[in-house]
């Protein structure tokens, strides 16, 4: 079992051979709430000043859920307070296209709204967190 000095030293070293991340970057973080995207965001919680990295989190709101997407939209705002993390909560629209795959159609409105928030805040790079077993996005 990895410790938490072994995820964050890995972290840092793929982060640095890949160069996915410069110094001084501007980073969106694409923060669902899942357990993928909490942890990349204490890992890049922990990069940030040695990066001078300057980090801002994004909820999208698919409200696919009714309620309890909702409340996850509430949960990721308190921890990005608790981490001193900007935070942006975007609700969905949704328009009443039955044509096309729900998931395919929900990847696309999340990654529209991502560009426009990265250009909103000038960022260099949108960081999202995904696991082995998820598809390829």
């Known amino acids: 079992m990895s410790t938490t000095q072994d995820v964050i030293k890995k972290f ?4 640095r051979r890949l160069q996915l991340i410069e110094k001084g ?12 995207s909490v942890v990349l965001t204490h890992l890049l919680k922990r990069l940030e ?3 001078a990295l300057q980090l801002f989190a994004v909820h999208i709101n ?8 909702d409340q996850e ?9 608790k981490l001193n993390l900007p935070c942006e909560v975007i609700p969905l629209e949704w328009s009443s296209s ?13 990654y529209e709204k991502l ?3 990265a ?12 696991h082995a077993d998820d598809q390829l996005e």
């Not at 698919?62 to 997407?69: D, V």
């Not at 939209?73 to 307070?81: H, L, N, Q, R």
């Open 119 to 130: 250009v909103r805040f000038r960022a260099t790079k949108i960081a999202t967190a995904h």
């Open 25 to 36: 970057d501007s980073v969106i973080i694409a923060l669902s709430g899942g357990p993928d």
């Open 115 to 117: 560009f426009e928030m």
């Open 12 to 15: 840092r070293e793929t982060v």
């Open 98 to 110: 039955k044509k096309r795959n729900l998931q395919e159609v929900a990847r696309e409105k999340r």
């Open 49 to 51: 000043k040695e990066q």
């Open 62 to 69: 698919h409200k696919l859920r009714g309620r309890e997407s």
């Open 73 to 81: 939209a509430v949960w990721v705002k308190k921890f990005c307070k």
